[in-house]
């Protein structure tokens, strides 16, 4: 067990986050003033912060030993109790982290402050290739978020069933599959909330997101349901964004895909997630990569010019050139945005932790890879996030070709602009003091759980109006 004992300061989040850049599932326990990792070797570390402020990390043989200097608020204080655990970590560990100590899940914010990719190296060891696609990704996110008005309305409607789980699905539901035969219920859920609030709404809608899940689950009849639900309360005008996300190819049909056009859906999202059938099959998608191929080329035909595919870095049943050959296939395609996640840690189980560290770097070396040929063929990265848990320690990001950025995933994930959420697991926020570079953002949550969504959509609809100020 390694574990890192905490005197003269209680920062076990932090702690916490930077031993979570090395090693799998850290615990803070606060009673016996430490943060540990059961599987891991035994080490014992202290964290401590001296009366002048300095922060220290060290092992108790006093083998390894690192000593900053005082700082002053607490914030930096935070900052500087990370910076020397890590340096700790990562001597003990011979490891570097890409992201160094710079946690959370917006790096492109502390990015935006530094505006200088050598000050994220030296502040926060960011590795300098992800310091620079921080920056890079900062200033086109900027951009693309000056196209949204900041008195206009981002709204989001979730649909979270799905035709099957795939194997790493980290999906908040317990099982989006299993719900199935709720979902007529759903749609009924869902027109109730949506029609008691959205005629309520006098703002400029800039953007619809129609996500999930799989929101073309289910018949035609089901989607031309969900559409007209839509489409029949929200008032869209021929500049609002508007995005579905169609993403398991296996739901998606020809009926299907000419309504969405109909209705005036801008933006569409298959998502492969790899473009080997044989990983597919084991993640549980019921579609090959032809089946990828044949669905792209009939909504290209039906006149969608904007079509977003993910991958995914890191995934299990496959090695990390997969990668490679999977964007390479995307980039002949040639869809305006392509999207790469790096695998959720927890969804890694069934790995052992030695294949996994095996696996880190030549998962890394391959995301990097894959960006480099995106950047070949034209796309720029314009946003970024991490999650608390991604795999290997990478980020998520979105390239788009210049000018198709999609404005809803920047209004999501830069916190700058607000969202009106409906639908099941949801989350609506408010943004306040949009004008100045520092946001204050209320959130309010939509009920999780699809069968609790079901029973109370209309109380939701009310939480909503309120929270907008629109009863
Ligand atoms: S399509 Fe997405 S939401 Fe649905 S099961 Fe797969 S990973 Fe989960």
């Not at 108790?60 to 500087?80: K, N, Q």
């Not at 693309?144 to 989001?156: A, P």
């Not at 009924?188 to 006098?202: K, N």
């Not at 959509?457 to 309120?466: F, G, V």
Request: glycine share 8%; charged share 25%.
């Amino acid at each position: 067990m390694l574990e890192i004992m905490l005197t003269g300061h209680s920062h076990y989040y932090a702690v916490a986050d930077v031993l979570r850049c090395f090693m799998m599932s850290p615990v803070e326990d606060k009673e016996g003033g430490r943060v540990y990792c059961k599987e891991a070797p035994d080490i014992r570390l202290r964290s401590g912060v001296l009366e002048d402020q300095s922060t220290i990390c060290a092992t108790s043989d006093g083998t390894v030993s690192y000593h900053l200097p005082p700082v002053t608020s607490p914030v930096s204080l935070s900052r500087e109790v990370k910076r020397t655990v890590y340096l700790a970590l990562s001597h003990i560990t011979g490891r570097e982290a890409p992201w160094g100590c710079l946690t959370g899940i917006r790096p492109t914010i502390v990015a935006g402050e530094l505006m200088d990719p050598s000050k994220l190296t030296e502040q926060y060891f960011v590795r300098p290739d992800k310091a620079a696609l921080a920056v890079e990704t900062y200033v086109n996110e900027q951009r693309v978020q000056s196209l949204i008005d900041g008195d206009d309305l981002n709204i989001y409607v979730g649909v979270p069933f799905c035709p099957s789980r795939c194997e790493y699905c980290s999906f908040v539901s317990s099982d989006i599959s299993h719900h199935m035969g709720r979902l007529k219920e759903y749609w009924d859920a869902l027109e109730l909330e949506i029609s008691t609030a959205a005629p309520r709404i006098s703002r400029r809608i800039s953007t619809l997101y129609i996500g999930g899940g799989t929101p073309t689950v289910g018949s035609d009849d089901d989607t031309k349901r969900l559409l007209d639900i839509v489409f029949g309360n929200i008032k869209v005008d021929k500049d609002t964004e508007i995005t579905i996300e169609a993403g398991r190819p296996d739901t998606i049909t020809e009926t299907k895909l000419k309504y969405m056009k109909q209705m005036g859906i801008t933006r569409l999202c298959i998502n492969p997630q790899t473009m080997n059938s044989d990983t597919l099959r084991s993640l549980n998608r019921l579609h090959s990569a032809g089946d990828v191929i044949r669905t792209y080329d009939t909504a290209r035909e039906t006149g969608f010019d904007v079509i977003n595919m993910d991958l995914i870095a890191g995934l299990k049943y496959e090695k990390a050139a997969e990668l490679l050959k999977s964007t390479e296939r995307l980039i002949e395609l040639d869809p305006a945005n392509i999207t790469i996640h790096s695998l959720y840690k927890k969804r890694r189980a069934g790995i052992s932790r030695e294949d996994v560290l095996a696996n880190d770097d030549d998962v890394d070396r391959c995301l990097t890879g894959a960006h480099d040929m995106l950047r070949a063929a034209g796309y720029i990265p314009y946003y970024l996030y991490r999650q608390k848990d991604t795999g290997h320690g990478l980020e998520n990001t979105g390239f788009a070709k210049p000018g198709t950025e999609c404005r809803y995933n920047v209004a999501m994930m830069g916190d700058a602009r607000d969202v009106l959420s409906f639908g099941a697991g949801g989350m609506s926020k408010r943004v306040f003091g949009q004008d100045g570079n520092k946001f204050r953002v209320e959130r309010c949550p939509c009920i999780k759980d699809v069968i609790g969504y079901i029973a109370s959509s209309a109380d939701m609809a009310k939480r909503k109006m309120d929270f907008f100020d629109i009863m």
